[in-house]
């Protein structure tokens, strides 16, 4: 790694020793520590880094625990911050891809309130979703991710259903309805409200279909009140 990516590491791990120690109380919240996302500063030195394959490297040797690199929790992807500075598309896609398998694997509920269902249809593939569903025996939902969401009258649909869910409180899974609606801005603003993952609000709006060009999607992550905030509010952490 060059002394970008070097500083990024040396942050994250001082991060994960604070996240380890019982000396702050439970009782003053405003010396809490946020473990569950990076700081402002390392995502900075993370972005400036040349050598971002290497910072990959590294994080995908730390999340498998060097034994299955196809095993990878949506969890360390967010603790990394892995989409708010990875700028490879393709790596990003193959990583989501793999946390989307992962969460299927450890909850064998696709439409549960983990990252299953919203990262296949970001990642355009309602199909895998849609086997799943058959898998888990669930026909009626197998059946709705198999249909073409180019037809417009399937994208009401779809619009409908993430309504619906929002008055159940199933934030992502109507998230996931949302991007099949062609709506992924307000998909990831969903996320952000509801569950301060920041990381996977910012996966939404790179990886989905409907988003915005490259160009425009990496000139919109902090053009977006909603992540512009988070952004800055992390860095004065």
């Not at 010396?31 to 880094?49: F, Y």
């Not at 690199?69 to 598309?89: F, H, M, N, T, Y």
């Not at 180019?150 to 869910?165: F, G, H, I, Q």
């Not at 159940?168 to 801005?185: D, E, I, S």
Request: hydrophobic share 40%; aromatic share 8%; net charge positive.
């Amino acid at each position: 790694a060059d002394d970008a990516g070097r500083r990024f590491k040396t942050l994250r791990r001082l991060r994960a020793l604070r996240s380890t120690q019982k000396t702050l109380s439970r009782s003053d919240s405003s010396m809490q520590l946020d473990t569950n996302d990076p700081s402002g500063e390392e995502l900075i030195w993370a972005l400036q880094s040349d050598k971002q394959d290497a910072l990959l490297t590294e994080f995908t040797a730390s999340a498998s625990q060097g034994v299955d690199s196809k095993k990878i929790e949506w969890q360390a992807l967010r603790v990394w911050g892995v989409p708010l500075w990875c700028r490879d598309d393709e790596s990003l896609r193959g990583l989501c891809d793999k946390a989307a398998r992962q969460s299927f694997a450890s909850s064998k509920d696709p439409s549960g309130e983990t990252p299953c269902a919203l990262l296949f249809v970001s990642l355009g593939r309602q199909s895998v979703l849609s086997g799943l569903f058959r898998a888990t025996h669930d026909a009626r939902l197998s059946d709705f991710f198999a249909r073409d969401f180019s037809v417009t009258s399937n994208r009401e649909a779809a619009l409908k259903n993430a309504y619906a869910l929002l008055t159940k409180h199933r934030y992502l899974f109507a998230a996931a309805f949302f991007v099949l609606a062609g709506q992924p801005a307000d998909a990831a603003q969903l996320v952000w409200k509801h569950t301060r993952d920041l990381s996977l609000a910012v996966a939404v709006v790179r990886l989905a279909p409907d988003a915005l060009s490259s160009l425009d999607r990496r000139r919109s992550t902090l053009a977006s009140p909603f992540l512009r905030s988070s952004f800055w509010n992390s860095s004065r952490a």
